[in-house]
């Protein structure tokens, strides 16, 4: 099997400013000049944060697809949790932009900490095994997950 080249919009969280004083104009024009940014040839990417749209269907492109397994687990007790299909944005993508609102959401008002997160990440497209890695806390090693779809 050839190997997949991984492209991400994780890059641009830095070229994304998050200042007031910024214009809509100038706001859109970011926008749009991020989400021409797609690769040309066959290599599979994540869909692009800024063209995203949670309800439609990517069957018919060619993304990479994993799924997320989470669970909220305080003191050996499930509290919360579920699996999230067929994602097709960047890990850390998804991770700021769907699951810690949700697990912020789980644990709001609750009086315990955050000890680790562990991730469970299957790729959809290829018979590869699942990705489990434990990180501290909330400080999970994006650049590491992101390697991992690459090989």
Do not use: C
Not at 26 to 37: G, H, K, N, P
Not at 75 to 86: I, M
């Amino acid at each position: 099997m050839d190997p997949i080249e991984v492209i991400d919009d994780d890059a641009s969280d830095s070229h994304v400013s998050d200042a007031s004083s910024d214009s809509e104009a100038s706001e859109f024009a970011t926008l749009a000049q991020r989400s021409q940014l797609r690769p040309a040839g066959s290599a599979l990417t994540f869909v692009p944060y800024a063209d995203w749209e949670p309800e439609r269907s990517y069957n018919s492109e060619p993304t990479i697809r994993y799924n997320v397994e989470w669970k909220l687990f305080v003191k050996n007790r499930g509290q919360a949790g579920e699996s999230e299909l067929d994602v097709v944005i960047s890990p850390r993508k998804f991770w700021k932009h769907v699951l810690r609102p949700k697990l912020t959401d789980a644990s709001a008002n609750k009086p315990w900490k955050e000890e680790k997160t562990k991730l469970v990440l299957s790729v959809t497209d290829r018979k590869t095994g699942h990705i489990t890695k434990q990180f501290p806390e909330l400080d999970v090693d994006w650049p590491f997950v992101t390697k991992q779809f690459r090989e």
